[in-house]
């Protein structure tokens, strides 16, 4: 795509989601309070973030070799948008992303591996597209963070893989554009599911590509400050013996919020940065030999895993702090 063709795509995104803004509010389209909300405001839109996929739409309608991908994103966009829309059941969720994710993975050849190893891809890209869902939680989080794995897939794209397509460019656009109604201290947006879900589907996309091409697994780390957060607080949900299925604000980033009283904007900032770093130590490693990857990645995750324990025995302290400034004392 051209500069003017990206200048009319930034044009066009924003016109659209001013009109989304007045037309929520209008017919009073705002984010549903739930377990997991981190907000206490009942006018804020839902769904801010469905430019996400209309971005990506701009950039591949004309791109033969995404056929797959397409469909897949437009299925996904499509059904989540109609659960921010009627909350939908989770049957109707589930078998879109797997349906998306298997055209994913047809997408990228995958399907001619042995068939565990498919099944495995598939069930890791639909728990992969969840998690990512989750990040809308707090203000600033699905912006940050996208714009740092989407800018360093682009990154990669170009300067280790040596192409240059206009999907990445595309969504990076759309997500400054909803960066500024909702990365700050209070969001006039949030992505909802329609938004949250395509930008994981796109990163997802991104990744296998770049596994795929670099014929390295280290990738997979570009998402894995976010990604121990949830395997994490899934293993101590497990130990606290609650239902893994069921909406909770136990995320390490929800509770830096809750517990500690972090700003938003300012948690938000601290996993991009940290994944930012981890992107440059990933993309340094990419190329060397696969022990020096192993090493890489043990210490990435053994110091992720490490940080999110002390954060966790650190806020449980606080917990009890608060909870025995607030009981009575006799008289």
């Known amino acids: 795509m051209s500069?003017?063709?990206?200048?009319l795509l930034t044009i066009g995104l924003v016109t659209t989601e001013w009109l989304h803004l007045r037309l929520a509010r209008r017919y009073a389209f705002f984010e549903k309070l739930t377990e997991r909300s981190m907000h206490q405001h009942t006018t804020t839109v839902r769904a801010g973030g469905f430019i996400f996929y209309l971005a990506a739409l701009a950039a591949i309608w004309r791109d033969d070799n995404l056929v797959y991908f397409c469909l897949g994103l437009t299925a996904l966009a499509l059904i989540s948008f109609w659960d921010d829309l009627a909350d939908l059941p989770k049957r109707y969720r589930?078998?879109?992303?797997?349906?998306?994710?298997?055209?994913?993975?047809?997408?990228?050849?995958?399907?001619?591996?042995p068939w565990y190893v498919a099944i495995v891809v598939l069930l890791a890209g639909v728990g992969a597209l969840n998690a990512y869902n989750f990040m809308d939680g707090i203000n600033g989080m699905t912006a940050f963070y996208s714009l740092v794995t989407v800018g360093?897939?682009?990154?990669?794209?170009?300067?280790v893989m040596g192409t240059t397509a206009a999907?990445?460019?595309?969504?990076?656009?759309a997500l400054a554009v909803f960066?500024?109604?909702?990365?700050?201290?209070?969001?006039?947006?949030?992505?909802?599911?329609?938004?949250?879900?395509?930008?994981?589907?796109?990163?997802?996309?991104?990744?296998?590509?770049?596994?795929?091409?670099?014929?390295?697994w280290l990738p997979v780390l570009f998402t894995a400050v976010y990604g121990a957060d949830s395997l994490l607080t899934i293993l101590y949900r497990l130990y606290l013996r609650q239902n893994i299925v069921q909406a909770h604000r136990l995320h390490l980033y929800q509770e830096l919020v809750n517990v500690r009283g972090w700003p938003h904007l300012g948690v938000s900032a601290l996993y991009a940065v940290v994944q930012l770093g981890i992107n440059g130590?990933?993309?340094?490693?990419?190329?060397k030999p696969p022990m020096v990857q192993m090493l890489v990645a043990g210490g990435v995750i053994g110091c992720l895993s490490t940080g999110y324990v002390l954060a966790r025995l650190q806020l449980k302290k606080d917990t009890k702090k608060r909870v025995g400034f607030s009981k009575p004392t006799r008289l």
């Open 3 to 7: 500069l003017t063709e990206y200048f």
């Open 167 to 173: 999907l990445f460019p595309c969504v990076l656009i």
């Open 281 to 287: 130590l990933v993309i340094v490693a990419m190329n």
């Open 152 to 159: 360093t897939l682009w990154f990669v794209e170009g300067a």
């Open 179 to 216: 960066s500024y109604v909702n990365a700050r201290p209070r969001a006039m947006c949030f992505a909802g599911d329609v938004g949250s879900i395509s930008v994981g589907f796109i990163v997802l996309y991104g990744i296998v590509e770049c596994i795929s091409r670099s014929h390295s």
């Open 94 to 113: 589930i078998v879109a992303q797997v349906l998306a994710v298997g055209l994913l993975l047809v997408q990228e050849g995958l399907l001619v591996s």
